[in-house]
């Protein structure tokens, strides 16, 4: 809303750090040394304040001047959009080399509608010790994949609209041109530390440690480590931040989370809860910051003891179904696990893909993936009708849905409480009373 100029801020300069989650780098955890599901984006902010020929030289100073991150110049390498001629000539100015400034046309930040703009990128280089095949800046300029060129820091110029059906050079600029940069936190601690990666910086080193103690398994950079110690900062925020383990929506992403850490203890010989011993790591850790985890950790350590336990009963359950199914197949001559039943582990069991595979195949069994993917594509319309059905009741729901009285939710801390019946619907209509089959809101 500040960036298209709905709403003006208070004050047109902020910064601030913000707590990301992102799951769709999940897949990266653990497998390169910079990708996190949750990690903490330091950024500054313009609205319609200062802009290019303020912020360039800015960036400069904070990370070349001895006062402040004290870079090498030789170390730093920034990308920018080709068509962004003033940014490249700033640089040049505040006397960065043109051998360091490099043109990359994904160089544009744009999520649909809205405001949009080019951006500048820059990276720290962290030499030819993560560069095996000695590639150079050919792979910051061929945007390839890497463990040398690390991305600290995105400056972006959020100056146009961006309207559909119209071509980037004729999307019309905003009211104010704006600024927007992040930053990630544990990857400057892993430069300033000069760690091999983000995990071994003190910010991921405590919860690595308990878990040698823990396991008696030397940690060597391996991949569970990085993703158990990963998953239960994500974990632990999102609990804290009020959101709940659950079947649908982001309740769903989070459970997937604990599961694959629960998965991942497996792989280190962990057989019982143990991931909620670790909040008191992470409120040690991140606490003095965020003050309100403190208050939240008793709390947020039972919801993951119990849902550690329900997730490992689940797993011991489903080998045992999976046992099963393979002994019945043998009897009948098979040696593939079937897609339904696979399919089966996996929805009704939460007993992952890999999983089963892994089990198959230490009974020389096999698994039908295509029946699975079959199976699983069935559900996913299933869901989508489902879905639709939701959308055409929810037309029919409007007292309902436009009901606002305040009504809090308390439990997060209490299983009982009185409270006053403020509102009945009857198939969506608000009613004064009813006997049987109906919504009731209390305060
Ligand atoms: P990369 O190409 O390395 O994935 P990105 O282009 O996705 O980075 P941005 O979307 O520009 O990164 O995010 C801004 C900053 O946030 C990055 O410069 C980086 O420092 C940090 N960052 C982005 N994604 C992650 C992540 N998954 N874990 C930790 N830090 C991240
Ligand atoms: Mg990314």
Redesign the pocket.
């Known amino acids: 809303k500040y960036f298209d100029g709905r709403e003006k801020p208070t004050n047109p300069r902020m910064c601030n750090a913000q707590k990301s989650i992102?799951t769709n780098?999940i897949d990266n955890v653990g497998r390169t040394s910079?990708?996190?599901t949750f990690?903490e984006?330091l950024g500054n902010f313009s609205i319609g304040d200062y802009f290019r020929d303020e912020v360039i030289p800015w960036a400069t100073e904070l990370l070349f001047d001895e006062k402040w991150f004290g870079f090498p110049k030789d170390k730093i390498y920034i990308t920018y959009y080709p068509e962004d001629v003033d940014t490249f000539n700033k640089w040049i100015e505040n006397g960065v080399d043109k051998t360091h400034l490099i043109p990359l046309s994904g160089n544009f930040w744009e999520i649909g509608e809205g405001p949009c703009g080019p951006d500048t990128e820059i990276f720290f280089d962290r030499g030819e010790k993560y560069d095996p095949e000695n590639l150079g800046i050919k792979m910051l300029q061929e945007d390839m994949d890497n463990e040398r060129y690390i991305?600290?820091?995105?400056i972006v110029f959020s100056q146009f609209n961006s309207v559909t059906n119209l071509k980037r050079d004729e999307y019309p600029e905003l009211p104010s041109k704006n600024i927007d940069t992040?930053?990630?936190l544990?990857?400057l601690a892993c430069i300033f530390q000069e760690t091999e990666t983000n995990y071994e910086s003190d910010l991921f080193m405590p919860m690595i440690k308990y878990l040698e103690e823990k396991t008696g398994i030397e940690y060597a950079g391996q991949m569970a480590f990085k993703v158990i110690v990963d998953h239960i900062r994500s974990i632990t925020f999102a609990l804290s931040d009020g959101a709940t383990f659950g079947n649908s929506g982001r309740g769903y992403v989070l459970r997937r989370i604990l599961r694959r850490a629960v998965r991942y203890g497996k792989k280190l010989n962990i057989n019982e809860p143990f991931l909620y011993k670790m909040v008191n790591i992470v409120v040690q850790n991140m606490g003095g910051f965020y003050s309100y985890l403190g208050e939240k950790q008793s709390i947020v350590e039972k919801i993951i003891k119990t849902e550690e336990e329900t997730f490992l009963r689940t797993l011991e359950n489903g080998e045992k179904k999976l046992n099963e199914i393979i002994l019945a197949s043998k009897k009948a001559g098979s040696s593939v696990v079937s897609g339904a039943d696979t399919f089966l582990l996996y929805d009704t069991f939460g007993f992952p893909l890999e999983l089963t595979e892994e089990i198959a195949s230490e009974a020389g069994f096999g698994v039908d993936i295509e029946g699975f993917k079959d199976e699983l594509n069935k559900q996913k319309q299933r869901a989508r009708a489902a879905r639709n059905d939701i959308q055409s009741m929810n037309s029919q729901n409007e007292d309902y849905l436009n009901y606002k009285e305040e009504s809090s939710f308390v439990g997060y801390d209490k299983l009982s409480c009185e409270a006053k019946v403020i509102g009945i619907f009857k198939d969506g209509k608000k009613v004064e009373s009813c006997d049987k089959d109906a919504v009731v809101v209390v305060d």
Do not use: K, L, T, V
């Open positions: 992102r780098d910079r990708h996190h990690f984006m991305e600290i820091w995105n992040g930053s990630g544990e990857r």
